[in-house]
T-cell receptor
Framework: GEDVEQSLFLSVREGDSSVINCTYTDSSSTYLYWYKQEPGAGLQLLTYIFSNMDMKQDQRLTVLLNKKDKHLSLRIADTQTGDSAIYFCAESITGGSYIPTFGRGTSLIVHP | KAGVTQTPRYLIKTRGQQVTLSCSPISGHRSVSWYQQTPGQGLQFLFEYFSETQRNKGNFPGRFSGRQFSNSRSEMNVSTLELGDSALYLC???????????FGQGTRLTVV
């Protein structure tokens, strides 16, 4: 199976919170990332968390990491239509190549 | 600080031709990675170059090759193009250790 798994779609109403989930398999992950990709564009790094952290907050974004369950989530508060995009979770591994391994991406659709 | 620059942005080629894509990393970044993104396969890692040496390689046929120059700029080449090579090719640069990777806008290759 894939190393990093995400659900494919999430639909939310404008103003609500969005929670995008990700699971990974390698317990030696060092960095865990969230990237955003808008249509026709490259990937934009949103935030990342070190594997020795539980939580990181950056304005409307909150990342939660549960190392025991190998579960990462991205919460977007007060979701706006401009947040509609594909969100990728990725991990890079200690002692490995440090090349991020990406999930398939979650398409976030924000409707009025 | 300038971001990662990929050229060209769009390219149309015929089956059997070859193509060269270029990536200029962020100043000071010595690692350049290449990814292929398709709707069916998601983001797949092609290879990584660090200080002019290929350090890591994904699972792609030998038709896909790359190189890195002394100024860290990188090129990737695809020979004998196939229809299935149509994709968005993304380049990412990083410091080469566990840290965030920054992506370019990508080159959209269409093979007809």
């Amino acid at each position: 199976g894939e190393d990093v798994e995400q659900s494919l779609f999430l639909s939310v109403r404008e103003g609500d919170s969005s929670v995008i989930n990700c699971t990974y398999t390698d317990s030696s992950s060092t960095y865990l990332y969230w990237y955003k990709q808008e249509p026709g564009a490259g990937l934009q790094l949103l935030t990342y968390i070190f594997s020795n952290m539980d939580m990181k907050q950056d304005q409307r974004l909150t990342v939660l990491l549960n190392k025991k369950d190998k579960h990462l989530s991205l919460r977007i508060a007060d979701t706006q239509t401009g947040d509609s995009a594909i969100y990728f979770c990725a991990e890079s591994i200690t002692g490995g190549s440090y090349i991020p391994t990406f999930g398939r991406g979650t398409s976030l659709i924000v409707h009025p | 600080k300038a971001g990662v620059t990929q050229t060209p942005r769009y390219l149309i080629k015929t089956r059997g031709q070859q193509v060269t894509l270029s990536c200029s990393p962020i100043s000071g970044h010595r690692s350049v990675s290449w990814y292929q993104q398709t709707p069916g396969q998601g983001l797949q890692f092609l290879f990584e170059y660090f200080s002019e040496t290929q350090r890591n390689k994904g699972n792609f046929p030998g038709r896909f090759s790359g190189r890195q120059f002394s100024n860290s700029r990188s090129e990737m080449n695809v020979s004998t193009l196939e229809l299935g090579d149509s994709a968005l090719y993304l380049c990412a640069s990083s410091l080469g250790q566990p840290s965030e990777a920054f992506f370019g806008q990508g080159t959209r290759l269409t093979v007809v």
